[in-house]
C-alpha cells in the first residue's frame, strides 16, 4: 500500500519518546508527591506513619546535589564513586541474569516435552523461591567463596523462577492447528520447537525477562552484603547505612543509582524485545 503512515522507525521513535515523557511526567509527579507530604508533615509535625523530618525524609534536592559533594574529605565526588559501584554491580547482575535466564529457559523446555519432569520438579522450584535470598545467599558464598561468580549465582537465583514458568506457558500458547499441520509433514521435535513453540513463546519470555532484570540488580546488592565485596553498591549502601543519622541524604543518593540501575537493565531487555519480537501471535491475548 502506498502512501501510508509513517515507517515502522518513524513509529517506532515517537512510541519511544511519548513513553519517555511519560516517564519523566510520573516522576515529576512522584517529586511533587513526596515534597508536598513532606511539607505537610513538617508543617503539622506529623509522628503517624512516622515523624517527618529533614533526616527521615530528606528533601529531592538535597539528594540529588549529595551526588554532586565529595564522598568523604577530599575525597571524589559521591556520584563517581556510586558509578563506579554501579559498574561493578551491573556486571555481577549481568552475568547473574544470563545465567538465570539461560536456566530457566532450559528448565521451561524441559518441562514443555515432559510431563513427567514438571511434574516432579516444578513443586520445588516453585518452594524454593519462599525461601529468603537472605538466607540463601550466606550458604551460596560458603560454597563457592567469595566473589564475581557467588554473587551472579545469587542474581541468578531471583531471575530463573519466572523466567522458568513465562516459557513453559509460552511454548504451551503454539497455536494447535500449525502444531498438527508440522506433525503432518512429519516435522521433528527440533524443527516444532524452534520454529514454532519458540516463537510462540517469546512475548511470554521477554515479560518475564524484563521482571527478572531489574530483580538480577536486586540479588547482586543482596550477595555482595555476605561475600563482604566493598566495590559495589551492596558495600555503599551498609556503608551509608551506618551514617544515615548524621547523612541521610547519601544513602538515598545511593538508592537513586541503585534504581537507575536497575531501570537501565530492564530498558536493556525491551529494547531487546524490540528487535526480536516484532509482532505477538495472533492468539496471544
Not at 520438579?121 to 558464598?141: E, F, K, N, R
Request: charged letters at 10%; proline letters at 6%; glycine letters at 10%.
Amino acid at each position: 500500500m502506498v502512501g501510508g503512515g509513517g515507517t515502522g522507525a518513524d513509529n517506532w521513535l515517537s512510541r519511544a519518546v511519548s513513553n519517555g515523557l511519560v516517564f519523566f511526567a510520573v516522576l515529576l509527579g512522584l517529586v511533587v508527591l513526596w515534597e508536598g507530604f513532606r511539607a505537610f508533615g513538617v508543617a503539622l509535625d506529623l509522628k503517624w506513619p512516622f515523624e517527618v523530618n529533614d533526616r527521615t525524609m530528606p528533601p529531592v534536592y538535597e539528594m540529588v546535589a549529595q551526588l554532586f559533594r565529595p564522598s568523604r574529605r577530599n575525597g571524589p565526588l559521591l556520584l563517581n564513586v556510586l558509578l563506579k559501584a554501579a559498574l561493578f554491580t551491573g556486571r555481577e547482575a549481568a552475568l547473574g541474569f544470563v545465567l538465570g535466564a539461560l536456566t530457566g529457559f532450559l528448565l521451561g523446555i524441559a518441562f514443555a516435552h515432559s510431563r513427567l519432569l514438571e511434574r516432579g520438579l516444578l513443586p520445588y522450584i516453585v518452594g524454593s523461591q519462599t525461601v529468603p535470598i537472605l538466607a540463601i545467599a550466606p550458604m551460596v558464598v560458603i560454597w563457592l567463596g567469595r566473589g564475581l561468580f557467588s554473587v551472579a549465582i545469587i542474581a541468578a537465583y531471583l531471575t530463573f523462577f519466572p523466567v522458568t514458568i513465562n516459557t513453559l506457558r509460552g511454548l504451551r500458547s503454539a497455536d494447535p492447528r500449525a502444531h498438527e499441520l508440522m506433525n503432518s509433514y512429519a516435522a521433528s521435535r527440533w524443527s516444532v520447537l524452534w520454529k514454532l513453540r519458540v516463537p510462540a513463546s517469546m512475548p511470554y519470555l521477554f515479560t518475564a525477562l524484563k521482571v527478572s532484570a531489574p530483580a538480577s540488580v536486586v540479588g547482586a546488592i543482596i550477595g555482595e552484603l555476605p561475600s563482604s565485596i566493598q566495590g559495589g553498591l551492596g558495600g555503599a549502601i551498609l556503608n551509608f547505612n551506618q551514617y544515615y543519622v548524621t547523612s541521610p541524604s547519601s544513602l538515598w543518593a545511593t538508592n537513586i543509582i541503585a534504581a537507575l540501575l536497575g531501570i537501565g537493565f530492564f530498558g536493556v531487555v525491551a529494547l531487546a524485545e524490540r528487535l526480536v519480537v516484532h509482532r505477538a501471535p495472533e492468539h496471544v491475548v
